[in-house]
């Protein structure tokens, strides 16, 4: 995805459709969406980062996104609701680390599964070919949903098991 994409569409089937709107795109009501998601307990908990995010540091961050096509944040809505954020930043090796949020009043439903299936075949279209993911070892709901979706397990530490899923 090169800088200049800011908004994408995906059709999921005849009747789900993804509105993906860059970060930098959202609205100021649309960034405390994000925000709030982003600080909820349920997501803090798996973060790298667990600690509450203030509103003024998330404003600054999506500032430092603009005009950078190396770190590429996306808000993922469907019927007007905001079900997950998706991000990918580029690494020194070519691939793209992938950060991922799903909004825990949807899961279980396998809806994440399927807006990031789409994400990830339109990928190859903007030159990424493989992203990487690392999920907390004590995250077994996560380690199920990456090795379901085709990551391949690279390494461990005593915190995060690290996977690569080549496109």
Not at 93 to 119: C, D, H, L, S, Y
Not at 122 to 129: E, G, Q, R, T
Request: charged share 25%; proline share 4%; net charge neutral.
């Amino acid at each position: 995805m090169r800088a200049s994409i800011r908004m994408l569409s995906y059709t999921h089937s005849s009747t789900t459709m993804y509105d993906i709107i860059n970060y930098v795109d959202c609205t100021h009501e649309q960034n405390l969406e994000i925000l709030n998601l982003r600080n909820l307990d349920d997501v803090r908990k798996w973060m790298v980062n667990p600690e509450i995010i203030p509103e003024e540091g998330h404003f600054k961050f999506v500032e430092s996104l603009k005009g950078n096509p190396d770190r590429l944040y996306f808000a993922i809505y469907k019927d007007g609701l905001l079900i997950g954020t998706y991000n990918l930043t580029k690494e020194e090796n070519g691939v793209w680390e992938r950060g991922i949020i799903a909004n825990p009043t949807n899961q279980g439903k396998g809806e994440t599964a399927k807006w990031e299936r789409q994400i990830l075949a339109d990928l190859p279209n903007h030159s990424i070919n493989a992203v990487t993911a690392k999920v907390k070892q004590n995250n077994p709901r996560s380690i199920r949903y990456h090795e379901k979706l085709g990551y391949q397990e690279q390494s461990r530490d005593n915190e995060y098991v690290y996977y690569i899923l080549r496109l």
